[in-house]
């Protein structure tokens, strides 16, 4: 199976149907699998409260791009704020639409308009936010799924401050495009900001947005990125980047809040084949350690492991 190389990966936060999704999603695209699932350990259930043994996190693969599922319990919900963006031949779209849009809602309904001969928003059944639209530049696309940032209430208008940030954090990043709204459209709330953005960020397409129209759409954990870092440098670069002007409050495990809202995870590459260890009493040892940490200390990590 082709996989994309990645070292920033999307975090979904489910409360207790993450196996379900996962399953569900994996039989909904092609180029998609299952790779491997985490158990929760007996240590830390006073803080994860989950059965030891049951289902952690799983980590998969649709069209190709990796995510990660956790079930983290009732905490956090989806919501409209990051949705992920698929690039569709005309012949699967319809498809694709029908299994995700049963049981959830169309935000915007699969028609045609300005942008695309076929185009849609929709929330699926587990809260999940898509965007589908056909390509049809007769161009490979080599990222068929792209996260999209989507900026509104007190975060709107910040699109282009964010994408600015964040291609000047991350390395083998680079703007690709911003289309602004402009007075032609007629929409005095929107003029000047947002209207589709794409970007690299590590060689990996993100998309941004201001939107059209007041509405309020916070950012939350519900949806993170993963960033792998190779060594503690790494890690202590990104976390001193990404956590100026975020939420202080946020930061545990390895978790913060950037300025804008959005959550990241600055974690070591091989970190669940630390918690994931064969040996139960070093995987204890391993996952007890990170609870108590805010930024991750990787020798601390290892440390009679």
Not at 2 to 17: A, M, V
Not at 188 to 212: C, I, N, P, R, W
Not at 257 to 274: C, I, N, R, T, Y
């Amino acid at each position: 199976m082709e996989k994309i190389n990645q070292k920033i990966i999307p975090h979904l936060w489910f409360d207790s149907d993450a196996e379900e999704a996962v399953e569900f999603y994996t039989s909904l695209f092609k180029n998609s699998a299952i790779q491997t699932i985490t158990r929760y350990p007996g240590v830390g259930q006073e803080i994860h409260q989950k059965e030891e043994g049951s289902v952690m996190n799983i980590d998969f693969v649709l069209e190709g791009y990796q995510f990660l599922a956790l079930n983290g319990g009732p905490h956090f919900k989806f919501n409209p704020s990051i949705s992920f963006f698929v690039i569709c031949d005309k012949d699967e779209i319809d498809h694709l639409w029908e299994n995700l849009y049963a049981g959830g809602k169309a935000l915007l309904p699969l028609a045609a308009y300005d942008w695309s001969p076929r185009y849609g928003w929709l929330q699926d059944r587990y809260g999940l936010n898509w965007q589908l639209m056909t390509e049809d530049s007769g161009q490979e696309v080599s990222q068929k799924i792209c996260p999209l940032l989507f900026f509104t209430g007190k975060s709107h208008g910040k699109a282009e401050q964010a994408i600015h940030f964040y291609t000047s954090v991350f390395k083998d990043s680079e703007i690709e495009g911003i289309l602004k709204y402009e007075e032609q459209d007629k929409n005095e709330y929107a003029v000047g900001t947002v209207k589709h953005a794409q970007f690299q960020l590590l060689k990996e397409t993100f998309m941004a947005m201001d939107s059209g129209m007041e509405n309020d759409f916070p950012f939350n954990e519900a949806i993170s990125f993963i960033v792998q870092c190779r060594d503690q440098q790494e890690i202590d670069y990104y976390w001193e980047q990404l956590t100026e002007g975020g939420d202080p409050q946020a930061q545990q495990c390895g978790w913060l809040k950037d300025k804008f809202g959005v959550s990241w995870q600055v974690v070591p590459e091989g970190m669940d084949a630390l918690l994931n260890d064969p040996d139960q009493e070093k995987a204890n040892l391993a996952m007890k350690k990170m609870l108590k940490m805010k930024k991750i200390d990787m020798n601390a990590l290892k440390e009679n492991l």
